[in-house]
């Protein structure tokens, strides 16, 4: 019988976990790192059964999980594990002439308590790469995974409840009722991978008790392909990224390409060739790819292929099976950019792809668009590259390959505008979860009158002085000559 | 109100059309208009200190001294050290991902809505707007309107000096700030009230707008008379100074109320007296050194605080008020009931509660049960104390042995937390706040790995297994078929 979570019981558990979080469970650097090993038992003793489970809510192919699951997991705990009494350490702060004297450090504090909201897709390491943050700040953390990926979410519920420290470290499962009383509670950080829409209830739920907040949201994210690329890499790693990501339900997926109208034909064979050696004559039957996640989402991306002027502009695949929750990788080529495929998130696996006249357009098609997460090319043009990561706002930008970006721990990994706000990855993600606390050490050196009433013209003077941090007018007011 | 929104409207699209222009980009464009910051508030210095005695009655050193000084600082510093900032950084990859690099620059967010408040109105209008410039933005100013004469001047000054299709001035009240928030912006920077915080970031929240909100709460000060018995003097002064020198205790970061142990606290308060005396003289009401009360509804809110008997029957010192004149006597209570409201919401006034504790160790719990001020002042020299202070507590920053002046060390963050806001500035940490930290990576198309595609076979699998691992001695083995 399952017990239905209340309003009283997200009050009952914000209360406990503030209550331990009070008493310190969770600051000293043994905790943390006690947690941080005890994740990592939970990827070493666990695969099997987390890619069993993705393979049930998603149909995600081993490799897939094995690696940009609990692979990524593993890397993240480690880094944080060795890099912990690093992050925790105060950082130095140069003092100055108006402060002078003075020492001053910034100290990392954890927030307090704090929500970590996760996404259906990568329900694995969307949960608990977050967690890893939260945990190495030092704080208690309520982690609420996706009722979409219904088996992640009870593995991860089982998995967190055995080996972490459920004084400090708890999963509530649940989809829209239970995300709500949670979002009703004060936390001292929400942490949120989804959607724009969600995204924005969230942060208004937030404001309500002056909650920061990261979100980690989507967008369209583009490609765009130079004639000078090596066209057979650049497809591959599409591919790769594209439907060898969960089929394309990424927050960084390829989302749609843009190229020269002279170059796209070669793009379109150089895909079809890579697209049959990796999935075969069938990609239907191949079992390298995920499925679509559920039946809604399979409607959302069949309508958008259904659609009129749509439908007529498939080059390849568009084949469909609802019953298998299977779409195959589909192009198609200048469907109309006011189409429903042009202006949401696909996070499936159709790509379209927008022919220019020249490729300088390109820029203009993105900038019309919401900021994406990601925003790729592939070209040799050095000038192209820097005028591209200069000038097209994005979360990240990766020029001649696709989503890697996301397994770099010294690069913060966050949206911009409608693709979100805040970072994690590596250090970025144990700040997103810290306040970082300045601290000035004053002595009693040194009382300058200046300071205080009743105010004089020679104060002020020297007060000029210091603000200019001019020494020698300093001087000169001090002996009176000025 | 059509007008109003009407000219929002114009506004906004034309410093979005210059921010697209890429004008503001250039490193140029925003040294010559910080410099131009500098040189409006050198020629204008006179004016602005007028406007500042005008509004709160300010003397001119305080004016100097809070903000003219500071803002010309913060502008200098931003100048000598903008092309450091703007310098992408590196980043270094794990060997895996040989030879790609990795970098991330500060992009500016695009168009920025800075929101200021009364008590400092030339320094948090302008030093924000020098942290959204230096990073390349274009941005629009709304002044409080409880500081009309300053509002005024910085509409009036700021389009002959700056560039004023990437920089504007609005003036107005809370329906222009209604209308401000109806429309999308890259980014708000609010200084004020918690109260008004909420309700900017559930506006900001319609757009997923970044926020930073600069706010309040009550900044509690540490007396441990034990080990600075030596300095007590100067820990009086800077007290003083720091509370009724300040814009009369309208500060975020004024010292709210002390806490000393009960032994001291007698003496403390004869203390007080004569530096009280010393700074503004037998009548601080004509002696020009005490800002006044802003508004009369303010001062009707400090009346209130006090008119409750049993905070009347505290006071131990001062007390005086003149609702004509907008002034509030620097005033001590000791031991006000703690249930009173003076002791519950931020007093933003002259009035400083004494709290007594058996033991100084019980500031700690005393201050966690309150919300997490935006300072936390502590007077010892007690390293066990210090360190506890620093554990235990939370607060935007902590000063040991002064108050106020963590706000002129600019290698300091300056934020809040919890209550009193989220988000900082200053120094360096202005340019990030308006800045969007762009990760870039770029791979090789020379080099490439099979085991990057599907189709997926056990090979693939090991090798991207041990490559993760960055074991590449195995990897290594792998390759050359000697493992399996």
């Known amino acids: 019988m399952v017990k239905v979570f209340q309003a009283a019981d997200a009050t009952d558990l914000v209360t406990e976990l503030r209550r331990s979080f009070d008493d310190g469970v969770t600051r000293g650097y043994e905790w943390r790192v006690t947690q941080l090993k005890k994740l990592l038992l939970i990827c070493d003793n666990h695969e099997p059964e987390i890619v069993s489970a993705l393979h049930d809510d998603l149909g995600k192919p081993e490799l897939e999980s094995s690696v940009y699951e609990v692979a990524l997991l593993r890397n993240s705990i480690n880094l944080a594990v060795k890099q912990l009494k690093d992050w925790m350490a105060p950082d130095k702060a140069k003092t100055s002439l108006t402060t002078f004297p003075a020492s001053a450090e910034i100290v990392y504090e954890p927030l307090g308590v704090v929500l970590v909201i996760s996404a259906w897709n990568y329900p694995f390491l969307l949960s608990i790469d977050p967690v890893i943050g939260a945990i190495s700040a030092g704080n208690a953390v309520v982690l609420k995974p996706s009722e979409l990926a219904p088996a992640s979410s009870s593995l991860l519920a089982k998995l967190l409840e055995q080996y972490l420290d459920s004084s400090a470290v708890r999963v509530v499962e649940g989809a829209v009722t239970e995300t709500t009383l949670l979002l009703e509670q004060k936390w001292d950080k929400i942490f949120y991978t989804g959607s724009s829409r969600i995204g924005r209830i969230i942060m208004m739920a937030a404001a309500k008790h002056l909650t920061p907040v990261v979100l980690e949201l989507g967008g369209k994210s583009p490609v765009v392909i130079d004639s000078d690329t090596n066209l057979k890499i650049t497809a591959k790693r599409i591919i790769a990224g594209k439907w060898g990501c969960n089929n394309g339900q990424a927050c960084i997926s390829p989302d749609y390409i843009l190229t020269t109208k002279e170059f796209s034909p070669k793009v379109i064979d150089a895909l079809k060739q890579e697209l049959e050696a990796f999935y075969g004559k069938n990609p239907m039957e191949s079992k390298d790819m995920s499925r679509i996640v559920n039946s809604n989402h399979f409607d959302r991306l069949s309508k958008m292929l259904e659609e009129k002027e749509v439908s007529d502009k498939i080059v390849y695949g568009g084949q469909k099976n609802r019953d298998k929750l299977k779409i195959a990788p589909t192009i198609l080529v200048d469907v109309p950019l006011d189409s429903q495929i042009m202006s949401e998130e696909i996070f499936g696996p159709l790509l379209p792809i927008i022919t220019l006249n020249n490729l300088e357009e390109c820029f203009d098609v993105i900038r019309s668009r919401p900021k994406p997460l990601a925003a790729y090319l592939f070209t040799q043009n050095q000038k192209l590259k820097e005028r591209f990561a200069l000038t097209v706002s994005a979360g990240g930008i990766v020029v001649n390959d696709i989503a890697v970006h996301l397994a770099v721990p010294t690069l913060p990994f966050g949206g911009v505008g409608e693709s979100g706000m805040g970072s994690y990855h590596g250090k970025f993600s144990f700040d997103a979860f810290s306040h970082k606390k300045a601290v000035l050490y004053k002595s009693f050196i040194g009382d300058a009158a200046i300071r205080y009433p009743p105010y004089s013209t020679g104060k002020l003077r020297l007060l000029k002085a210091l603000v200019n941090s001019n020494i020698l007018e300093i001087f000169r007011v001090i002996l009176g000559l000025s | ?484």
Not at chain 2, 142 to 157: M, V, Y
Not at chain 2, 182 to 210: C, V, Y
Not at chain 2, 281 to 307: D, M, W, Y
Request: charge should be neutral.
């Open chain 2, 1 to 484: 109100m059509e007008a109003m929104k009407e000219t929002v409207d114009q506004s906004l699209r034309e410093m979005r059309d210059t921010f697209a222009s890429g004008r503001t980009r250039s490193v140029k464009w925003r040294k010559t208009q910080l410099e131009a910051i500098i040189e409006m508030v050198k020629d204008n210095e006179d004016k602005m200190c007028d406007v500042l005695f005008q509004d709160l009655g300010k003397h001119s050193i305080e004016a100097f001294r809070d903000e003219l000084g500071f803002v010309m600082r913060s502008a200098t510093t931003a100048l000598n050290s903008l092309d450091k900032w703007v310098v992408p950084r590196k980043s270094n990859l794990p060997l895996l991902f040989y030879p790609a690099t990795g970098k991330v620059i500060s992009e500016p967010y695009g168009t920025v809505l800075v929101l200021s408040s009364w008590n400092f109105p030339i320094s948090l209008s302008l030093d924000p707007m020098i942290g959204a410039i230096s990073a390349g933005n274009t941005v629009l100013l709304k002044a409080s309107e409880l500081s009309p004469n300053a509002s005024a001047l910085l509409a009036k000054t700021i389009p002959s000096y700056l560039d004023n299709k990437a920089i504007k001035v609005i003036e107005g009240g809370p329906d222009v700030a209604t209308i401000l928030l109806q429309h999308q912006w890259d980014k708000i920077f609010f200084t004020g009230s918690p109260r008004i915080g909420k309700i900017i970031m559930a506006a900001a929240a319609e757009n997923l707008t970044p926020v930073t909100l600069e706010l309040g709460g009550k900044c509690p000060t540490i007396i441990d008379h034990h080990s600075v018995s030596k300095d007590m003097k100067s820990v009086v002064k800077r007290i003083s100074g720091g509370k009724w020198g300040s814009c009369s205790g309208q500060a975020c970061i004024s010292v709210d109320y002390v806490l000393v142990e009960q032994s001291f606290a007698s003496s403390l308060i004869e203390m007080f007296k004569p530096v009280i005396k010393s700074f503004f003289g037998e009548n601080p009401k004509e002696s020009g050194c005490v800002a006044r009360i802003v508004t009369k509804k303010h001062f009707q809110r400090l009346s209130r605080l006090l008119n409750d008997p049993r905070v009347q029957a505290s006071i131990v010192y001062g007390g005086s008020m003149d609702e004509e004149k907008l002034y509030v006597e620097p005033t001590i209570l000791l031991n006000p009931p703690l249930d009173s409201e003076i002791m519950n919401e931020e007093i933003f006034g002259p009035v400083l509660p004494i709290i007594t504790l058996r033991d100084i160790q019980e500031s700690i719990g005393f201050i966690k049960s309150k919300p997490k001020p935006l300072a936390i002042y502590a007077f010892t020299k007690d390293e066990k104390l210090k360190t506890r202070i620093l554990s235990e507590t939370s607060s935007g920053s902590v000063t040991f042995n002064d108050v106020m002046i963590q706000y002129m060390c600019d290698a300091l963050p300056f934020g809040g937390v919890g209550e009193s806001g989220m988000g900082r500035y200053h120094g360096k940490y202005s340019f990030e706040c308006f800045s969007h930290e762009k990760a870039i990576m770029e791979g090789s198309l020379a080099m490439d790995l099979e085991a990057r595609y599907p189709p997926w076979n056990n090979f693939k699998l090991t090798f991207i297994r041990l490559a993760f691992r960055e074991a590449y001695f195995k990897l290594v083995l792998l390759m050359l078929g000697l493992k399996r």
